[in-house]
């Protein structure tokens, strides 16, 4: 998929870890892990708003349109 | 909320029912090729059937083999649709309804009964051909609109299987 999601990189500049996230959004670990790992297929707007609220960044920081990598994915498989 | 007790006792029926009609195609299946090998005696049949030597005997007992043989292709079919029946069943038991694997036992289920109901057709007109007035045939086969009825239900339940796993799939992977 040609969307990347950047929850590492935002995280490691808030200094916050995945588990502190999960506990304020209310979401599970595994669940965010698999956002994070952008192995997720779909993402809820009420997720993406409860991120946005806890790290205070706009979707846009999260999701990145990469359609050069996701050649280079579907290449290597 | 709980299920009803009728809709948890429908698979272990189905379950037995199946196993049981798994045998008893098989069984009809040695029952047919026993009759096909008998069959060749046409002195046996003449006295079984009280038939006295003419054409139209003769032509009875050819129709009687080739429904026959068509019988015994009859048999692989019945036991694709019970074998994916059953292995539905056990999916859903298991708590896994709407997986890929069930959408392709559908759509197996649908080409065998779609092969059914062709040889069906065949059957029904072997029978109309041989059937005279001395020689009668009444053989439970030819036209159903039930039957055609269920091949079509069932290609599009297997379009409806296919469609559900990937909306399951999609919801797995919602965040």
């Not at chain 1, 500049?13 to 790992?37: C, F, H, P, W, Y």
């Not at chain 2, 299946?29 to 030597?53: D, H, T, Y």
């Not at chain 2, 029978?127 to 009444?138: G, M």
């Amino acid at each position: 998929m040609a969307i990347a999601v950047k929850l590492d990189d935002l995280l490691h500049d808030r200094r916050m870890t995945l588990t502190e996230l999960a506990d304020q959004v209310g979401l599970t670990l595994a669940n965010l892990s698999i956002l994070k790992t952008g192995k997720a297929r779909a993402i809820r707007f009420s997720t993406l708003e409860a991120i946005c609220g806890a790290l205070s960044c706009q979707p846009g920081d999260i999701l990145r349109f990469e359609p050069a990598a996701a050649r280079k994915r579907s290449a290597s498989r | 909320m709980p299920r009803r007790a009728s809709s948890t006792a429908a698979l272990p029926i189905a379950y037995a029912v199946l196993r049981i009609l798994t045998v008893a195609n098989w069984l009809m299946g040695a029952a047919i090729l026993a009759l096909l090998v008998v069959m060749p005696n046409e002195q046996w049949i003449m006295a079984a059937f009280k038939l006295s030597p003419s054409p139209d005997a003769g032509r009875l007992i050819m129709g009687l083999r080739a429904v026959a043989v068509l019988g015994l292709v009859g048999i692989p079919l019945n036991y694709v649709v019970l074998k994916r029946l059953l292995a539905i069943v056990l999916a859903v038991r298991a708590g896994d309804a709407f997986v890929a694997a069930n959408a392709v036992h559908l759509q197996a289920i649908a080409w065998a009964l779609l092969g059914l109901q062709l040889l069906s057709l065949v059957i029904g007109a072997i029978a109309k051909a041989v059937s005279s007035p001395a020689h009668p045939v009444h053989l439970d086969a030819g036209f159903s609109i039930s039957g055609w009825l269920a091949v079509i239900l069932t290609f599009v339940l297997a379009r409806v299987f296919a469609e559900g796993t990937l909306m399951r799939e999609d919801l797995e992977g919602t965040v």
